[in-house]
């Protein structure tokens, strides 16, 4: 059995993302919602020993309190994030700034906090989250990209230093149907809008962000690291 650790993980992507891991694995997971009205904090009778493990955890701190991961860890998801659009002249330097912090700063100390015991497993996986809007410019997106895009170089720069025995890659979704992108998917036509603009034509779900990151984390990717992985409807490759 294997150990994985989820920074964010009690509500969208990151919810997912332990719901699947949980079903075979060992998994300690940390968010801003009461945990005990998660779906995955009441696995069936038979599965009850696998129970994730919620930790609290404050990522401002100058130094969060990491002691309760465990000596060897096999993989982890950074699943932190947040989608604020503005126009450019409208964003405060110190908005860049907190944008930053949680988004890139807190990947940061996660992972200097698990690198040990990343080391520990041999072989193990790292994942992150950027967005496509890194790769494909839009509108009021200049808060989040520059926060996402420190996490592609992050990811380049990090899987060069930490191969052989620790593999990263990052994520590049596309709009999801997530509490995070609530403000932008709170009506049927809002949904049918953004649906509309992909060329699969429809809203990605947390499921299928979460499938990948589940198979990034395992060892059937085990010659894949140093990539952005765009699952995003075809948005940032595709013009229809």
């Not at 994730?52 to 096999?74: C, E, G, V």
Request: glycine share 6%; charged share 20%.
């Amino acid at each position: 059995m294997k150990n994985y650790v989820v920074i964010g993980g009690t509500s969208g992507i990151g919810a997912s993302l332990v719901e699947l891991l949980s079903a075979e694995n060992n998994v300690w997971f940390t968010g801003t919602r009461d945990p005990q009205s998660l779906d995955h904090r009441h696995p069936s009778p038979d599965t009850r020993h696998l129970t994730p493990d919620y930790q609290k955890l404050d990522l401002t701190a100058d130094n969060p309190d990491f002691s309760w991961l465990p000596d060897t860890i096999h993989g982890i998801a950074y699943c932190v994030g947040a989608i604020a659009l503005k126009p450019f002249h409208r964003i405060k330097p110190q908005e860049f700034i907190d944008d930053y912090n949680k988004q890139t700063l807190g990947a940061i100390k996660t992972l200097q906090a698990a690198h040990n015991a990343l080391k520990n497993a041999e072989n193990s996986s790292v994942v992150l989250f950027s967005t496509v809007a890194v790769q494909t410019g839009f509108p009021f997106h200049t808060l989040v990209s520059s926060s996402k895009g420190a996490i592609e170089g992050l990811t380049r720069a990090l899987a060069a230093e930490w191969a052989p025995k620790v593999r990263i890659n990052a994520i590049a979704p596309s709009i999801t149907q997530t509490p995070l992108a609530g403000n932008l998917l709170n009506s049927p036509e809002k949904i049918e809008a953004n649906a509309a603009r992909h060329p699969l034509k429809k809203i990605g779900q947390p499921q299928d962000i979460a499938k990948l990151a589940q198979f990034l984390l395992s060892e059937d990717s085990s010659w894949i690291t140093g990539q952005v992985h765009h699952i995003d409807g075809g948005i940032s490759n595709i013009k229809i």
